[in-house]
Nanobody, 116 residues
C-alpha cells in the first residue's frame, strides 16, 4: 500500500506561480507523477519524474512552465507551476507507479484555480 498526500493548491491570478507537494508513504514506486482533471474533462497527464530525478516527462501544454523535482528524501515530489493560465485550473493529483505510463496509486487531489 502507498499513501499519497498532496498540498499546495489554491487560488492564483493568471501569470502567477504555485508549488504543489506530494508526500508518499508505504511501499515506494519508481515513478512519481502529476495529473489533473478540469470540470467536465478527462484526467490528463501533467508530468512525471523517475526515482533518481534524472528522467522527467511533461505534457506539451505545460512544458517550459512547470517543473517537477524530487525532494531529498525521494518520497516527496514537487510541481513548480509558473506563468499559470486559466486553462490550468483543475484538481491536481499525485500518482506513483513503476513506469511513466503505469500508475497504481493516487492521491486525493488538490484544487488549483487560476483567475483571469
Amino acid at each position: 500500500q502507498v499513501q499519497l498526500v498532496e498540498s499546495g493548491g489554491g487560488l492564483v491570478q493568471a501569470g502567477g506561480s504555485l508549488i504543489l507537494s506530494c508526500a508518499a508513504s508505504g511501499r515506494t514506486r519508481d515513478i512519481m507523477g502529476w495529473f489533473r482533471q478540469a470540470p467536465g474533462k478527462e484526467r490528463e497527464f501533467v508530468g512525471a519524474i523517475s526515482w533518481s530525478g534524472g528522467n522527467t516527462d511533461y505534457a506539451d501544454s505545460v512544458k517550459g512552465r512547470f517543473t517537477i523535482s524530487r525532494g531529498n528524501a525521494k518520497n516527496t515530489v514537487f510541481l513548480q507551476m509558473n506563468r499559470l493560465k486559466p486553462e490550468d485550473t483543475a484538481v491536481y493529483y499525485c500518482a506513483v507507479g513503476f513506469g511513466f505510463d503505469q500508475y497504481d496509486y493516487w492521491g486525493q487531489g488538490t484544487q488549483v484555480t487560476v483567475s483571469s
